[in-house]
C-alpha cells in the first residue's frame, strides 16, 4: 500500500500524556476501565486512488469485508477517504494491574484484538503508520510518534498471536 497525501494539511499528528490517567468509556461493552498514566496519540490521513496506488480503495474493502462477520463499520460516509485513528497507551501505573494497557480507535469505533477476523485491522493500521511514518516532510517528533503508535499495534498483534 502506498499513501499518498496532497499537502501537510492531509495529516494530523498529535499526543497527549495524561500523568493521572483517565477512565475511558467503552460503548460497545457498555463498560469503562481507568487507564493510569496514559498516553493518547491520533493521527488523521486521507487516502486516495491514484497512479501510485489504490489505497482508498484498498481500505474500503478491508472495513467492508470485516463488516460482514461484525457490525462495526468504520467508514465514515460523510469523508469516507479520511481516516483517523487514536491509540490509547497506558504502562499501568496507577491502575490496579501493572502491566501495559492499549486501546485503539479506527474513525471514532472501537477496535479490539480478539478473534483471527480482527488481524486484518490490525495489519492495515500498521501499515497506514508505518507509511505515513516514511513521508520527508514530518518532523522528527511527528515521526517519532508514528512509530511509537506502530510498535504499540504491533505489540498488541504479536501478543494476540502468541497467546
Known sequence: MKISFTGLNNIYIGRKNYPDGIR????????????????VVR??????????????????????????????????????DVVQ??????????????A????????GKPVRLEKNKDLAIFTFMAKFTRLIGKDPNLSDDAKDIVKFINEVIN??????IDR
Open 24 to 39: 475511558v468509556y467503552d460503548d460497545v461493552t457498555k463498560s469503562s476501565r481507568h487507564f493510569g498514566d496514559l498516553y
Open 43 to 80: 493521527m488523521r490521513g486521507q487516502l486516495t486512488d491514484d497512479t501510485f496506488g489504490k489505497d482508498l480503495t484498498e481500505y474500503i474493502d478491508t472495513v467492508v469485508d470485516y463488516l460482514d462477520d461484525t457490525d462495526i463499520d468504520y467508514i465514515n460516509y460523510e469523508t469516507p
Open 85 to 98: 485513528l487514536e491509540v490509547g497507551y497506558s504502562t499501568g501505573k496507577g491502575t490496579k494491574k501493572q
Open 100 to 107: 501495559p494497557l492499549a486501546f485503539f480507535n479506527l474513525n
Open 155 to 160: 505489540g498488541s498483534a504479536v501478543n494476540f
